[in-house]
C-alpha cells in the first residue's frame, strides 16, 4: 500500500530552527508538496520537490531525496505564527495525492 | 483570501436531517474535490470533479452525493450521517486534474458535527 510517514507533533523555540522530516513509499512519484495549516483553516500551499536537492523559499526550505523516499521541510528563525500543522502530500503515478497524516508544530516563547 | 469558499463554516445536524455543503471557487480552474479530515488522520479525497464531470469516487458511501452544476460551483448533499461521519470537509480546485506539480488551493472547511 501506499504510505506517507511524519511526527505527529514537535515542538520548537521562537528564533530556533526545526526540521519536519516525511518519508514515503507510493507507487510511482510526481512530485511532493508541503502545505500548511493553522487550526481550523484551510492548508495552504508551502513548497513542491520533484528533483533532487533543497529548494529554498525565505525562511522555508524542501529537501528531497527521491531515492530514500525522504523529504524535510525546514524551518529557520521561527516565529510564533509558525505555529500551525504542516502536511507532506506524494503525487503517484496516477497524479493522485496521497497525504500524511500532518505534523503539529508548536512554538514556545 | 484563498480564491476558494466554502458555507456553511460550522453545521450541526442529526442524523436523519439533509443538507448541503456548498463550495465555491473564483480562481478559473477546471478541477475541484472534496476531502474528509479527521483529527490525525491524513486527508481523505472523496470525490473529483474534472470540467464538471466526475473523475474518481474513492468508496464512499452513497449518504454523501456530489453534485457540480459548473467549474465554479461544488456540493456535497448530506443525508442520513452516522455520527463518525463528524469531521471537517474540505473543498479544493486546481487549474486542471491529473498532470505533474497541481497545486490544489484549498477553502477554510465545513466543520461538521452529526450528533
Known amino acids: 500500500g501506499q504510505n506517507i510517514d511524519q511526527p505527529t507533533e514537535m515542538t520548537a523555540t521562537e528564533g530556533a530552527i526545526v526540521q519536519i522530516n516525511c518519508t514515503y513509499q507510493?507507487?510511482?512519484?510526481?512530485?511532493l508538496f508541503w502545505y500548511q495549516q493553522h487550526a481550523g483553516e484551510a492548508p495552504t500551499f508551502l513548497s513542491y520537490n520533484v528533483l533532487d536537492g533543497l529548494e529554498e523559499k525565505g525562511r522555508f526550505s524542501s529537501f528531497l531525496s527521491r531515492s530514500k523516499g525522504y523529504s524535510y521541510l525546514l524551518l529557520k528563525e521561527l516565529q510564533m505564527k509558525d505555529s500551525a500543522s504542516y502536511l507532506c502530500a506524494v503525487m503517484d503515478s496516477n497524479y493522485q495525492l496521497i497525504w500524511g497524516a500532518g505534523t503539529k508544530l508548536i512554538i514556545k516563547p | 483570501e484563498t480564491g476558494v469558499t466554502q458555507t456553511p463554516r460550522h453545521l450541526v445536524m442529526g442524523m436523519t436531517n439533509k443538507k448541503s455543503l456548498k463550495c465555491e471557487q473564483h480562481l478559473g480552474h477546471n478541477a475541484m474535490y472534496w476531502y474528509k479530515q479527521s483529527a490525525k488522520k491524513p486527508l481523505e479525497l472523496m470525490f473529483v470533479?474534472?470540467?464538471?464531470?466526475?473523475?474518481e469516487n474513492n468508496s464512499v458511501p452513497s449518504r454523501f452525493s456530489p453534485e457540480c452544476p459548473n467549474s465554479s460551483h461544488l456540493f456535497l448533499h448530506l443525508h442520513t450521517l452516522q455520527p463518525e461521519d463528524s469531521a471537517l470537509y474540505l473543498c479544493?480546485?486546481?487549474?486542471?486534474?491529473?498532470?505533474?506539480?497541481?497545486?490544489?488551493?484549498f477553502g477554510p472547511g465545513t466543520r461538521l458535527t452529526v450528533l
Open positions: 507510493t507507487s510511482g512519484f510526481n512530485g
Open positions: 470533479y474534472s470540467l464538471e464531470e466526475r473523475v
Open positions: 479544493a480546485s486546481s487549474h486542471e486534474y491529473g498532470g505533474a506539480y497541481n497545486e490544489q488551493f
